[in-house]
């Protein structure tokens, strides 16, 4: 079993649909919660950044990290074309150890 | 704020010549910086951890003499795919660890083509 599990979609939706992307992990030491956004043949993009439990919005965006299920989820709100990428989760064990354990990533696709 | 810059960002090669990829923080400090492969269709691959003064961290699996990392300054690392062949073709990615928020922030790759 992968430590992060991630479905790679693709997951495909109609312009102005919410978009819930998800991430489940057997560690239950991971604090550090991260969703990049990855464009073709481009770097990740960092999106969100949460620690421990709970929500975080950033405009169309909202984080949410449930520890006690081992469950994170990315929200998109009024989803645009543009928002079409590959989504990567991505968390790590602590504030010192720096090295992220990574998502198999979700294609989305949203359809004008 | 938070760029990193990969350079080149494509390269063609022959097979059995050297390449050399430069990653650089452009605006901050990096103590740490790591270098990624990434397969068509599949996630981020950690080669090695490199930390500025010191030698790199190699992932189980990565040959240390075929990945040369370079850590020279705190803005400033570089890999050096050496006698490439075209199993090396692959798309590679760094990052840099921010020095006061420890986020890493992701250069725009680089893909290489080894002929």
């Known amino acids: 079993q992968k430590e992060v599990e991630q479905d790679p979609g693709p997951l495909s939706v109609p312009e102005g649909a919410i978009v819930s992307l998800n991430c489940t992990y057997s560690n239950s030491a991971f604090q550090y919660f991260m969703w990049y956004r990855q464009y073709s043949r481009k770097g990740p993009e960092l999106l969100m950044y949460t620690y421990s439990s709970g929500n975080k919005e950033d405009g169309r965006f909202t984080a949410q990290v449930d520890k006690s299920s081992k469950y994170i989820s990315l929200f998109i709100r009024d989803s645009q074309p543009s928002d079409s990428a590959t989504y990567l989760c991505?968390?790590?064990?602590?504030?010192?150890?720096?090295?992220?354990?990574w998502g198999a990533g979700t294609k989305l696709i949203i359809k004008p | 704020g938070a760029v990193v810059s990969q350079h080149p960002s494509r390269v063609i090669c022959k097979s059995g010549t050297s390449v050399k990829i430069e990653c650089r923080s452009l605006?901050?400090?990096?103590?740490?910086m790591f270098w990624y492969r990434q397969f068509p269709k599949q996630s981020l691959m950690l080669m090695a951890t490199s930390n500025e003064g010191s030698k790199a961290t190699y992932e189980q699996g990565v040959e240390k003499d075929k990945f040369l990392i370079n850590h020279a300054s705190l803005t400033l690392s570089t890999l050096t795919v050496t006698s490439a062949h075209p199993e090396d073709s692959s798309f590679y990615i760094c990052?840099?660890?921010?020095?006061?928020?420890?986020?890493?922030?992701f250069g725009p790759g680089t893909r290489l083509t080894v002929l």
């Open positions: 991505a968390m790590s064990a602590g504030h010192s150890n720096y090295q992220l354990i």
């Open positions: 605006d901050f400090q990096a103590t740490t």
């Open positions: 990052s840099a660890r921010h020095l006061l928020t420890d986020t890493q922030y």
